[in-house]
């Protein structure tokens, strides 16, 4: 299994950008995925969840302002992020759930 995450960058507070995770070597459809991050200093935590229907739940810090989708056609699961923040600074992990599968992160940096 391998998921490559992709997308990251250095963005002004207030910007948006577009993480998207390819995944191979697994049956797409019938997972479920998620984004973590990991600031500077600080644990990983989980930011969005993206359920098989497509349906989603995320933490309330991104709540409103990321939305995670999936595309089950090209094996991608993305995460748009909007109103971007200094705290949102960090790399971006995406996993795939109830597994010990990660991608490599790609790091968002977010300036005031």
């Known amino acids: 299994v391998q998921l490559q995450a992709s997308g990251g960058g250095f963005v002004q507070a207030g910007g948006s950008l577009r993480l998207s995770c390819v995944a191979s070597g697994i049956n797409f459809a019938t997972n479920v995925f998620a984004w973590y991050r990991q600031a500077p200093g600080k644990q990983r935590e989980w930011v969005s969840t993206v359920n098989k229907s ?20 090209k ?38």
């Open 54 to 73: 497509g349906s989603y739940y995320s933490a309330d810090p991104v709540k409103g302002r990321f939305v995670i989708s999936r595309d089950n056609a």
């Open 75 to 112: 094996n991608t699961v993305h995460l748009q992020m909007n109103n971007l923040k200094p705290e949102d600074t960090a790399v971006y992990y995406c996993k795939v759930v109830g597994s010990d599968f990660w991608g490599q992160g790609t790091l968002v940096t977010v300036s005031s």
